[in-house]
């Protein structure tokens, strides 16, 4: 049986003893992912470029968007790769929990790697068709509810933020709810890639405001305390989202303004669904809608504007749509959309977890 990398040193070296500590082993899987995404960056940028796999641009798009095309993409690959190596190194592997986020990662990236793939090959910004993605999408979050509401002491009960009484039992209509929660948080964050960093830094915030409550809701004690749903087995996803922060810290170091690199659909499809299942672990959904705020704007922001664009034959409400570019039209220079929507998205972290009191 596969067996646990560096975390079984607890027990056979006595001065490794740190390695039994969630808050050692995430730090050491932060810092792992960035260094590995560090120090790979260039070679993979170099091998992207040398193959011509370069992003494609939309001709509807901004006029300052045309001079990014041909820009590496998919670099949500080494993303990917970095997280799970460090997942892999770092975590207790009999956690049922930490193999079903790298199996969730995978397909998702497989998902977005097979739209980004058909896009370079056409020439064009048209990869698989919404119903394909869609499919494929449901498919795999249905895995994910039905595998967790199997897993004894799980169960369909919710957890609202500021309702300390209310739970209701959706039984097994909380696999339907988990389909909505995995696959609309999978396609927020591929709305918001749009920019350079754009997506990245809400991930690290989003990651980073989850790594505390699994880490919460994976103590007895203190989920008691807290009043929060207690998830066994939910310390490793703490360390799980430590490896989701270094990687996209280390890609950030690329993919800041001018961007080097682009995560593409393999990357953006992927860090969303999986940033859903660890909502639906850690018991967290609603917090979701909070913390991911940016994300659900822009959510929001393209089906208000396609909705409104049918029903008033040709009218709209943004200038352009995800509400990014709207900013962009109105001469908002590109860092500056992107530094203030990471400063709403910190804001919106600190709010998330100032609901741990508010229960």
């Known amino acids: 049986m596969l067996y646990h990398l560096l975390y079984p040193f607890h027990t056979e070296l006595g001065w490794l003893n740190v390695f039994r500590y969630i808050t ?21 940028i170099a091998w992207l470029r040398k193959r011509q796999i370069g992003q494609v641009i ?53 998902i977005g790697s097979m739209d980004d793939i058909k896009k370079i090959r056409k020439g064009n910004s048209r990869g698989l068709t919404p119903r394909e993605k869609l499919v494929l999408q449901i498919f795999g979050a249905l895995v994910v509810g039905i595998f967790l509401l199997l ?23 909380y696999v339907p709810f988990a389909v909505v929660v995995i696959v609309g948080a999978s396609n927020a964050v591929n709305l918001t890639d749009g920019l350079d960093g754009l997506a990245a830094g809400p991930i690290v915030i989003t990651a ?3 790594l505390i409550f699994s880490y919460v809701a994976g103590n007895a004690v203190v989920a008691s305390y807290l009043q929060i749903p207690f998830v066994p087995g939910a310390g490793e996803v703490t360390i799980f989202c430590a490896a989701i922060v270094g990687a996209c810290l280390g890609f950030l170091w690329f993919n800041c303004y001018p961007a080097e690199i682009f995560m593409g659909d393999v990357g953006s499809l992927s860090l969303g669904g999986t940033l859903g299942v ?51 039209k109105k ?24 609901t741990l009191k508010l229960r």
Request: net charge positive; hydrophobic share 55%.
């Open 208 to 210: 980073s405001t989850y």
């Open 278 to 328: 660890v909502s639906i672990i850690t018991k967290q959904e609603f917090l979701l809608v909070i913390v991911g705020g940016i994300f659900v704007m822009e959510a929001i922001s393209v089906i208000l504007q396609v909705g409104y664009f049918k029903m008033t034959g040709g009218k709209r409400i943004f200038l352009m749509a995800p509400f990014h570019h709207h900013f962009e």
């Open 58 to 110: 939309r001709d509807d798009g901004p006029e300052t968007h045309f001079s990014k095309k041909g820009v590496p993409t998919m670099g949500g690959v080494l993303i990917l790769f970095s997280m799970i190596v460090s997942a892999l190194l770092w975590t207790n592997l009999q956690s049922g929990l930490v193999w079903l986020l790298i199996g969730i990662s995978l397909f998702f990236g497989y």
């Open 151 to 173: 897993t004894p002491g799980y169960d369909g009960v919710l957890s609202l933020p500021f309702f300390k009484s209310f739970h209701p039992d959706l039984g097994w209509w």
């Open 331 to 354: 001469g908002w220079l590109e860092p500056k959309v992107v530094v203030r929507f990471w400063i709403i998205s910190i804001i919106l972290g600190l709010i998330a977890l100032a």
């Open 24 to 44: 050692f082993r995430s730090i050491g899987c932060a810092v792992t992912a960035f260094l590995i995404v560090v120090i790979i960056g260039p070679r993979f």
